[in-house]
């Protein structure tokens, strides 16, 4: 079992930059992708980032160049920084951890809210 937690959301301005951070507790090193998901009200969520156990990335199009993953060398927490944040990129983020076995695990979400 995995247990994530969010932190970092908030309000920002347009332009403006945020790090989201995702930290997992539990069977880690089962992991085999972590990654960020958003919902905004009244859309249906949608994959933002994801970071495989060997530190592959792959970003979402409307993000790329945009945001970026990283982790340290425990690749735990994982960070999401958000730079160039645009009003469009507000929603609940959450952190979803898809382990080996095929079981994922959700966070409980952090709101982003960027104002134009």
């Known amino acids: 079992q995995v247990q994530l937690v969010e932190s970092g959301g908030g309000l920002v301005q347009a332009g403006g930059s945020l790090r989201l951070s995702c930290a997992a507790s539990?069977?880690?090193?089962?992991?085999?992708?972590l990654a960020w998901y958003r919902q905004a009200p009244g859309k249906q969520r949608e994959l933002v980032a994801t970071i495989t156990s060997g530190g592959s990335t792959h970003y979402a199009d409307s993000v790329k160049g945009r945001f970026i993953l990283s982790r340290d060398n425990a690749k735990n927490p994982v960070y999401l920084q958000m730079n160039s944040l645009k009003p469009e990129d507000t929603a609940v983020y959450y952190c979803n951890a898809l382990l080996r076995s095929g079981f994922q695990y959700w966070g409980q979400g952090t709101q982003v809210t960027v104002s134009s």
């Open positions: 539990g069977s880690i090193f089962s992991i085999n992708v």
